[in-house]
């Protein structure tokens, strides 16, 4: 007779609650009507989006080939999210803008994660969710440190 599984450990946990999240959050911006919106590209939106980087420093930042982040950012071109526009700092860079469609994208996708959380906090109680997000920030901050 074998013996059950040890229960998941603490990052099986948070890679469990990762995924559900990334794919409430997918589903959330498809429903608002970003259907050309991958789950492959949660890992660009953010930085995409948001931080006005030239492409070479997206690739960088994710671990990825030049090729790889131009080709992501050929896609979110297509789709109306990003322009490419001159680097002030060197006329022969690009830097990465969020058009009115990429800014729309990030808030619907910011205001399905508050509707996550919020509902997690209502699960397990508004008190021990903040106990949770404060331990979660100190753990994120050490890795980021």
Do not use: C
């Amino acid at each position: 007779m074998s013996s059950p599984p040890p229960p998941p450990s603490v990052i099986a946990l948070l890679r469990m609650a990762w995924e559900d999240a990334i794919l409430e959050v997918h589903d959330g911006l498809v429903d608002a009507g970003f259907e050309d919106i991958r789950p492959a590209h949660r890992i660009v939106l953010r930085d995409v989006l948001t931080a006005g980087l030239r492409p070479t420093d997206l690739a960088a930042r994710l671990g990825v080939s030049k090729q790889a982040a131009n080709d992501v950012l050929r896609e979110f071109e297509a789709g109306g999210y990003i322009t490419l526009v001159p680097d002030p700092e060197d006329g022969r860079a690009k830097r990465i803008q969020a058009t009115e469609r990429g800014t729309a994208l990030v808030q619907t996708a910011s205001r399905v994660s508050v509707e996550i959380a919020d509902r997690w906090a209502a699960s397990v109680g508004e008190r021990r969710f903040a106990q949770f997000e404060e331990v979660l920030r100190e753990v994120a901050d050490d890795a980021t440190g």
